[in-house]
């Protein structure tokens, strides 16, 4: 009676590899299962309870965590999807073995994007941050250099008034 596994493509000697797989579906999963727990108890938290200064920041850190709840999902839903792969054999089926792996391929290239989706809306949104940054900035900025001419204008005109005094006591 053959098994499975000795109906791989080796014949049998893949019990390493498929460890291997086992490991790494059963981390991607955990990994997946604790980012979901995590992200989830963020969504439920009312916006005035979200880390964050300003409403815009609040929301923006709300959609984030909406994003990466998805993203967290969705791996797991890949790593189960790669356990399940595993015990696909390959020589009995060799086109479904095809097929599920490239369906598996196909959805972590979906899960990649939206974590680069993720990746370039963190990045807007800190780029933005930057930028009014810099506008508080250039205006203290001006108030300051604004603020130090008036007072050295002021301390000019204290000081020529008191050199006319002066000169009035002098003669």
Not at 79 to 86: F, K, R, S, T, W
Not at 129 to 140: G, S
Request: include cysteine; hydrophobic fraction near 50%.
């Amino acid at each position: 009676m053959q098994t499975v596994w000795a109906k791989s493509l080796d014949g049998g000697r893949m019990a390493a590899t498929h460890a291997l797989g086992l490991v790494i579906a059963g981390s991607v999963i955990a990994f997946a299962i604790s980012q979901f727990r995590y992200y989830f108890a963020l969504t439920k938290l009312s916006e005035s309870q979200f880390p964050g200064e300003t409403e815009r920041d609040r929301r923006f850190f709300k959609r984030q965590a909406w994003r990466r709840l998805q993203i967290a999902a969705l791996s797991g839903i890949a790593g189960a999807c790669m356990l399940a792969g595993l015990f696909v054999p390959y020589g009995i089926y060799p086109r479904l073995f095809a097929l599920f792996w490239i369906a598996v391929a196909l959805f972590g290239v979906w899960v990649v994007a939206l974590a680069l989706v993720d990746c370039v809306s963190t990045w807007l949104h800190f780029a933005e941050e930057r930028q009014i940054n810099e506008a508080k900035r250039l205006a203290l900025r001006y108030k300051i250099d604004k603020f130090q001419k008036d007072a050295l204008r002021a301390r000019d005109e204290l000081e020529r008034t008191q050199r006319r005094d002066d000169d009035q006591e002098q003669e």
